[in-house]
């Protein structure tokens, strides 16, 4: 082993993974969660899919009480869909005729992604159930789903007025995760040599620190291959605009919607009004039933309506192939309403091109949503055990340092470091969980009552560990906390909406169940390692 | 157990040249090594690579910042690297 480079990855890896532990941790645990994003939305709302999967999605109903209301004519409206889900983001542009609202201009075509970019005018942006058949604004239906998944790539930051290239809380994310990357890189090439060797070493019964090492490096060798597709993929869906901006300049001439569109993000095709008015009655349902006949019965991702109720009135619908047929095959149709004729299409079950399976490679691997519910667990518990990996690392860290020769500031400083790592990280799993009976207990929840009782109470526990310093306490207490929460969240959903395991086990609402055993098991099994650490301490006093 | 000192770069300003050799320096010879292969594929499916490779690219360069010996020596690597690699374009001008 050459000592010099031993030494260097050594302190590479211990600098990049000190800078970015803590959040690191909160992407990690947040993320582990979001799995669940929409059983917990379910679960939340108390609508479950599953329950109603095989009710049709009734597009016309709500087109026509939002034309009653609005007026569409001229106006593009977009359905935005997610899995396991009967949400939908709905989008309402202000209408492109200008005889209809002459004070405003008509609107320019947006191009690229994103949520309600390009809006003026009196539209429109709002979340759609199509169960319960009602609307509500984004922040009214923001759920502990949409916040732990928001959570995960930093997005609350964005407040932050600092911004390079992106948002602050993405840029940020996008950071981490580079970092993260490196500092994955640095470790394995750390432990390259003690790799086989040290794979079945496990000793926790001796000192402190060969307890954390051990943990650090055994759960970090097993996980690798799983948070190296996470560093991977991570930096890709938060922040590819690093690659991108520089390619679109030099390939594309600094046109972004050309490369768009190579990447078949968007289309080229142009929906220029006409100022003609559309005779005929239109029925979206149709469109996506043919759709739906042609796919095989594909998801559906979204629904872009352009210029309603005018002769240049096109439907475009976005789907991803079943899985049964294809892992990677995306499709985009495009009918023209005046005469239903297809003026575009893509079928998902084509052989997929190069771009859609590296796409769906990042996407797929990434969100954990190729497999079912076991798939899901497997994948949170890896994610879990990348908690463990960072607090562990952090623990090693500290230990490390905590010797004779090193001068009483510098301990003090590292001491106080971990401390206050610890306490904020460690107390996400109990305030996580006392938010989900919150949102429970609270029926009027929204953004803003979450952003509080999350926030306040994140820091006002981290604030009591940092306090107490004394990490023995806030890993135990914590877990402790977290675990009897986690247990109360089946209970509280039980006792506010009736929703017992028992019944909603009964009525097939196999999401809400599901969310309910989940937090019941981790409850359980955090309650077992915390009696397992009391009388490991009990043995060691 | 922290890293042993002596095998460590002692000079700020040379760590710091190294830090930004690895970020910067690494970045633009990632970028104008993967245009060029442009030239032999169609741009997109070289901006859809670029996604994983790019990035791992870019960390392995980060990281031999690191291992060099002299920081220079980093810098004026990555720089004639980053001239190297956009030969085909400066020519072209």
Same mark, same amino acid.
């Given at each position: 082993?050459n000592?010099?480079?031993?030494?260097?990855?050594?302190h590479?890896h211990?600098?990049s993974?000190?800078?970015?532990c803590?959040?690191l941790?909160?992407i990690f645990?947040?993320?582990?969660y979001?799995?669940?994003?929409k059983?917990?939305?379910a679960w939340?709302?108390n609508?479950?899919?599953?329950a109603h999967?095989?009710q049709?999605?009734?597009?016309?109903?709500?087109?026509d009480s939002?034309?009653?209301?609005?007026?569409?004519?001229?106006r593009?409206?977009s359905?935005?869909?997610q899995?396991?889900?009967?949400?939908s983001?709905?989008?309402m542009?202000?209408s492109?005729?200008?005889?209809?609202v002459?004070?405003?201009a008509?609107?320019?075509e947006t191009?690229g992604r994103g949520?309600?970019?390009?809006?003026g005018g009196?539209?429109?942006?709002f979340?759609?159930?199509?169960?319960?058949g009602d609307?509500?604004?984004?922040a009214?239906s923001?759920d502990?789903?949409?916040?732990?998944?928001r959570?995960?790539?930093?997005a609350?930051?964005?407040q932050v007025?600092?911004?390079?290239?992106?948002p602050?809380?993405?840029?940020?994310?996008?950071v981490?995760?580079?970092l993260?990357?490196?500092?994955?890189l640095t470790?394995?090439?750390?432990?390259w040599?003690?790799?086989?060797?040290n794979?079945?070493?496990?000793?926790?019964?001796?000192k402190v620190?060969?307890?954390?090492t051990?943990?650090?490096?055994a759960?970090g060798?097993?996980?690798?291959?799983?948070?190296l597709i996470?560093?991977?993929?991570?930096?890709?869906?938060?922040?590819n605009t690093a690659?991108?901006?520089?390619?679109?300049?030099?390939?594309?001439?600094?046109k972004?919607e050309?490369?768009?569109q190579?990447?078949?993000?968007?289309t080229?095709?142009?929906?220029?009004y006409s100022?003609h008015a559309?005779e005929k009655?239109?029925?979206?349902e149709?469109y996506?039933?043919?759709?739906?006949?042609?796919?095989?019965?594909p998801?559906i991702?979204s629904?872009?309506?352009k210029n309603y109720?005018d002769?240049?009135?096109?439907?475009?619908?976005?789907?991803?192939a079943?899985?049964?047929?294809?892992?990677?095959g995306t499709?985009?149709?495009?009918y023209?309403v005046?005469n239903?004729?297809?003026?575009?299409?893509?079928s998902?079950?084509?052989?997929?091109?190069?771009i859609?399976?590296v796409?769906?490679?990042?996407y797929?691997?990434?969100?954990?949503?190729f497999?079912g519910?076991?798939?899901?667990i497997?994948?949170?518990?890896?994610?879990i055990?990348?908690?463990v990996?960072?607090?562990?690392g952090?623990?090693?860290?500290l230990?490390?340092?905590d010797?004779?020769?090193?001068?009483?500031?510098k301990?003090?400083?590292?001491?106080?470091?971990a401390n206050i790592?610890?306490a904020?990280?460690?107390s996400?799993?109990?305030i996580?969980?006392?938010?989900?009976i919150a949102?429970?207990?609270?029926?009027?929840?929204?953004?803003e009552?979450i952003?509080?009782?999350?926030f306040y109470?994140?820091l006002?526990?981290s604030?009591y560990?940092?306090?107490r310093?004394?990490?023995?306490?806030?890993?135990?207490?914590?877990?402790?906390?977290?675990s009897?929460f986690?247990?109360l969240?089946?209970?509280?959903?039980?006792?506010?909406?009736?929703?017992?395991?028992w019944?909603?086990?009964?009525?097939g609402a196999?999401?809400?169940?599901?969310?309910?055993?989940?937090?019941?098991?981790?409850g359980?099994?955090?309650l077992i390692?915390f009696?397992k650490i009391?009388?490991?301490a009990?043995?060691?006093? | 157990?922290?890293?042993?000192k002596k095998?460590?770069t002692k000079?700020p300003?040379q760590?710091?040249?190294?830090?930004?050799?690895?970020?910067?320096g690494?970045?633009?010879?990632?970028i104008?090594?993967?245009?060029?292969?442009?030239y032999?594929?169609e741009p /997109?499916?070289?901006?859809?690579t #670029?996604?994983? %490779?790019?990035?791992?690219?870019?960390?392995? @360069?980060?990281? =031999?910042?690191?291992?060099?010996?002299s920081?220079? /020596?980093?810098w004026?690597?990555? #720089?004639?690297? %980053?001239?190297l690699?956009s030969?085909?374009i @400066?020519l072209k =001008?």
């Open positions: 082993m000592l010099r480079r031993y030494n260097i990855y050594f590479t211990t600098i993974g000190i800078i970015i803590a959040l941790f909160v645990f947040a993320g582990s979001s799995f669940f994003k059983e917990i939305s939340q709302s609508t479950s899919y599953q999967s095989s049709p999605i009734t597009y016309n109903k709500l087109l939002l034309n009653q209301k609005h007026n569409l004519k001229g593009d409206i359905f935005y869909f899995e396991h889900s009967f949400d983001y709905v989008d542009s202000a492109k005729d200008s005889t209809l002459p004070k405003t008509p609107v320019k191009k949520r309600g970019r390009g809006r009196d539209g429109a942006y979340k759609y159930n199509f169960i319960k609307s509500k604004t984004y009214e923001y502990m789903g949409e916040f732990l998944y959570l995960h790539f930093l609350q930051l964005n007025p600092i911004r390079i290239g992106a602050f809380g993405y840029l940020l994310a996008g981490v995760s580079f993260f990357l490196f500092a994955l470790g394995l090439l750390l432990h040599d003690k790799i086989v060797s794979f079945f070493v496990f000793r926790p019964w001796s620190k060969t307890v954390w051990d943990a650090h490096t759960l060798v097993i996980g690798f291959p799983y948070q996470y560093a991977i993929t991570g930096i890709i869906l938060i922040f690659i991108i901006s520089p390619f679109t300049y030099l390939f594309y001439d600094g972004g050309k490369l768009y190579d990447l078949d993000y968007s080229s095709n142009e929906y220029t100022y559309l009655n239109i029925n979206i149709t996506i039933d043919r759709t739906k006949k042609l796919w095989k019965d998801f991702k629904v872009i309506i109720g002769t240049a009135m096109h439907v475009i619908i976005e789907g991803n079943n899985r049964k047929y294809s892992f990677a499709g985009r149709i495009i023209k005046e239903d004729q297809v003026v575009y299409h893509k998902p079950l084509e052989k997929a091109t190069y859609d399976k796409k769906s490679l990042i797929r691997l990434h969100f954990g949503d497999g519910y076991w798939l899901k497997v994948y949170f518990v890896l994610g055990m990348g908690c990996v960072i607090i562990s952090i623990l090693v860290w230990v490390a340092r010797k004779d020769n090193v001068p009483a500031y301990r003090k400083f590292n001491f106080w470091l790592f610890l904020a990280c460690l996400m799993f109990p996580t969980a006392l938010t989900l949102v429970k207990v609270n029926p009027a929840t929204d953004q009552f952003y509080r009782f999350y109470g994140w006002l526990l604030a560990y940092i306090i310093k004394d990490l023995k306490r806030t890993n135990a207490e914590t877990i402790l906390l977290g009897v986690s247990i969240i089946p209970v509280a959903n039980g006792i506010c909406t009736g929703n017992w395991i019944n909603t086990y009964a009525t196999a999401d809400i169940l599901f969310f309910d055993l989940f937090s019941l098991t981790v359980v099994i955090g390692s009696y009391k009388s490991k009990k043995i060691a006093a | 157990m922290p890293a042993k095998y460590l000079s300003f760590r710091f040249l190294k830090i930004t050799a690895g970020f910067i690494g970045y633009c010879v990632m104008s090594f993967h245009q060029l292969f442009g032999v594929v /997109k499916y070289v901006v859809i #670029a996604a994983f %490779t790019g990035y791992i690219l870019w960390a392995v @360069l980060l990281l =031999l910042a690191f291992l060099a010996e920081a220079w /020596k980093v004026l690597s990555y #720089a004639l690297l %980053t001239l690699f030969l085909p @400066l =001008l």
